[in-house]
């Protein structure tokens, strides 16, 4: 019991004296002993590791998850150390709305059939998500969520302590300006050498630490090739679903019949214009097959042409055009008849036949 009330007096009259050192110090009032510059340099530099590794893991969050409100109960999940429940995500919820309309329109009509492999494709890209989250929050998110609960909390254990033996370190120094008797200032000396050996130690301690944080950046740098590899993966894989997808949708006829239409009047058909290779173009509208096309081939002249639709260049050598806007075309030989010449001011380019209107 009496050596438990000595130590908590010895222990007070620690923080005490650490307490005037520190209030001095703020006062101008008594001297502060300086770090190395190296030692600086490498507080500086864990800090900075820190501050943005924190900004990274918060962005890489939103990124993964850019509901806050699920973010906050996957948060809360975790601190109750519980399971999160398995969602369906966007892609997922949209896919199965896509299905059930499908199938109420009919599979065996067109718009029903493109509904459902859009819906089935829109579970795979939500699947790939969700593969790619987990692969991101495993290799990316956690290693850097240790650095921050486990290494820089050490970090900064022994940084305070650091603090506390340089206060003591100072104090002491204080205590042997101030010491008058002989016998004091012995004291005051041996509690000098006994304050300065425990500073050096943990300055010691403190800058191995502190040297760790390359080996931290060498772990991250390896965690963001990880990263990037998920992100590679993923968008590869959404790339291809739907490429899939437009060659399953580009199987479908480009005509459909007007259900609109009064009884007893003639069959109409709507041409669909779609972006496709140039090889596999739609079929020209029923005004392109007039004769002035036939004319328009059969001379070297130029005639003016009115776009029918957007259409964005897929090489140098074709020229991107906008809906309405009406360019100079000419037939050039030896071209593939999908095609003509384009000029737009200072700009020529191919132009698909398919995209115009010729003009009178």
């Given at each position: 019991?009496?050596?438990?009330?000595?130590?908590?007096?010895?222990?007070?009259?620690?923080?005490?004296?650490?307490?005037?050192?520190?209030?001095?110090?703020?006062?101008?009032?008594?001297?502060?002993?300086?770090?190395?510059?190296?030692?600086?340099?490498?507080?500086?530099?864990?800090?900075?590791?820190?501050?943005?590794?924190?900004?990274?893991?918060?962005?890489?969050?939103?990124?993964?998850?850019?509901?806050?409100?699920?973010?906050?109960?996957?948060?809360?999940?975790?601190?109750?150390?519980?399971?999160?429940?398995?969602?369906?995500?966007?892609?997922?919820?949209?896919?199965?709305?896509?299905?059930?309309?499908?199938?109420?329109?009919?599979?065996?009509?067109?718009?029903?059939?493109?509904?459902?492999?859009?819906?089935?494709?829109?579970?795979?890209?939500?699947?790939?998500?969700?593969?790619?989250?987990?692969?991101?929050?495993?290799?990316?998110?956690?290693?850097?969520?240790?650095?921050?609960?486990?290494?820089?909390?050490?970090?900064?254990?022994?940084?305070?302590?650091?603090?506390?033996?340089?206060?003591?370190?100072?104090?002491?120094?204080?205590?042997?300006?101030?010491?008058?008797?002989?016998?004091?200032?012995?004291?005051?000396?041996?509690?000098?050498?006994?304050?300065?050996?425990?500073?050096?130690?943990?300055?010691?301690?403190?800058?191995?630490?502190?040297?760790?944080?390359?080996?931290?950046?060498?772990?991250?740098?390896?965690?963001?090739?990880?990263?990037?590899?998920?992100?590679?993966?993923?968008?590869?894989?959404?790339?291809?679903?739907?490429?899939?997808?437009?060659?399953?949708?580009?199987?479908?006829?480009?005509?459909?019949?007007?259900?609109?239409?009064?009884?007893?009047?003639?069959?109409?058909?709507?041409?669909?214009?779609?972006?496709?290779?140039?090889?596999?173009?739609?079929?020209?509208?029923?005004?392109?097959?007039?004769?002035?096309?036939?004319?328009?081939?059969?001379?070297s002249g130029t005639r003016r042409a009115r776009v029918l639709y957007d259409y964005d260049a897929a090489s140098s050598s074709?020229?991107?055009?906008?809906?309405?806007?009406?360019?100079?075309?000419?037939?050039?030989?030896?071209?593939?008849?999908?095609?003509?010449?384009?000029?737009?001011?200072?700009?020529?380019?191919?132009?698909?036949?398919?995209?115009?209107?010729?003009?009178?």
């Amino acid at each position: 019991m009496e050596f438990n009330v000595r130590r908590l007096a010895a222990d007070a009259g620690t923080f005490l004296s650490r307490a005037v050192q520190f209030t001095e110090e703020k006062f101008g009032q008594a001297e502060k002993t300086e770090l190395d510059a190296h030692l600086e340099t490498l507080l500086s530099r864990a800090e900075s590791t820190k501050h943005w590794t924190e900004k990274i893991m918060k962005q890489t969050e939103v990124l993964l998850q850019p509901n806050p409100n699920v973010r906050m109960e996957d948060f809360l999940y975790e601190i109750l150390d519980k399971k999160v429940p398995m969602r369906a995500n966007n892609h997922e919820l949209l896919g199965e709305c896509m299905i059930d309309s499908g199938h109420e329109f009919g599979p065996g009509t067109a718009y029903g059939s493109a509904l459902i492999k859009c819906g089935e494709t829109e579970k795979l890209l939500g699947s790939a998500e969700k593969e790619f989250i987990q692969s991101s929050a495993i290799n990316f998110l956690t290693p850097f969520r240790n650095f921050i609960e486990g290494d820089f909390k050490t970090i900064s254990k022994e940084r305070k302590l650091l603090q506390n033996k340089r206060l003591d370190l100072d104090a002491a120094k204080n205590r042997l300006k101030k010491a008058r008797v002989a016998d004091a200032r012995s004291a005051a000396e041996t509690e000098l050498r006994i304050a300065q050996s425990e500073f050096d130690r943990q300055a010691e301690i403190t800058r191995l630490l502190l040297e760790g944080i390359s080996s931290t950046h060498a772990h991250h740098l390896r965690c963001l090739n990880d990263f990037v590899d998920a992100q590679a993966v993923y968008y590869a894989q959404c790339y291809q679903y739907m490429v899939n997808l437009q060659k399953q949708l580009g199987s479908f006829p480009s005509t459909f019949s007007n259900n609109n239409q009064t009884a007893g009047s003639s069959s109409a058909s709507i041409w669909v214009p779609t972006a496709q290779p140039a090889a596999s173009l739609p079929a020209p509208p029923p005004s392109q097959t007039s004769p002035a096309l036939n004319e328009l081939r059969s001379t070297s002249g130029t005639r003016r042409a009115r776009v029918l639709y957007d259409y964005d260049a897929a090489s140098s050598s074709e020229l991107s055009l906008l809906a309405d806007e009406v360019i100079t075309v000419s037939s050039v030989p030896d071209m593939d008849s999908d095609w003509l010449m384009g000029q737009r001011g200072n700009q020529t380019g191919k132009v698909p036949i398919t995209y115009l209107e010729l003009l009178n």
